[in-house]
């Protein structure tokens, strides 16, 4: 049997993200349906260092890129005005977060919807919404796909809404020291 997507599925921009995302939420189900306990000692673990992060940026006390190794290698995909592979954490901040953190005057808050993991690799998909400095809400849909080593993201590929992060990104000039 061949298993194939209509070819209207295939030419929307989504595409990739979409089935990525429709992967992950299927994880926990399958995991379930073969009984017991469906995650290992390490992806628990994983686990629970990104919910962490994550509960301390939406608590306002932490940041999960303090997850990322110096070496970490972060990809935008799709078709942002940062979409392109980062080759380091210090590139990744000095390109992306700095200057996106520069165009806030609140900062994102996430609302985790998903959290997954797969041996070293761990899926978390959220909502986030903040204030920008000229006083318009920015809201956002993400997904990060994380691939742990000792504790820390050495590789992460992250979808989110190009329209949104582009409208952002143009409208709003980054304050001098945020």
């Not at 990525?20 to 926990?28: K, M, Q, R």
């Not at 073969?34 to 290992?40: D, E, I, L």
């Not at 942002?80 to 380091?88: E, R």
Request: proline letters at 7%.
């Amino acid at each position: 049997m061949r298993i194939g997507l209509k070819p209207s599925l295939t030419k929307s921009p989504f595409a990739p993200a979409a089935l990525l995302l429709s992967a992950a939420l299927a994880l926990p189900a399958a995991a379930g349906e073969q009984g017991g306990n469906v995650y290992s000692d390490t992806e628990k673990n994983n686990k629970a260092l990104v919910q962490a992060a994550f509960d301390g940026w939406a608590a306002g006390t932490g940041r999960p890129f303090d997850l990322l190794a110096d070496r970490a290698e972060w990809t935008i995909v799709g078709k942002t005005l940062a979409s392109k592979t980062y080759p380091d954490k210090a590139a990744f901040m000095s390109e992306v977060i700095q200057p996106f953190n520069a165009r806030m005057s609140k900062p994102l808050k996430p609302v985790v919807r998903g959290l997954y993991a797969d041996g070293d690799t761990v899926i978390v998909y959220f909502d986030a919404q903040g204030t920008a400095t000229d006083g318009k809400p920015y809201k956002n849909t993400y997904t990060w796909i994380m691939d742990m080593e000792g504790g820390k993201a050495v590789r992460v590929v992250a979808f989110f809404d190009p329209i949104e992060f582009n409208d952002l990104w143009t409208r709003v000039r980054p304050t001098a020291s945020r």
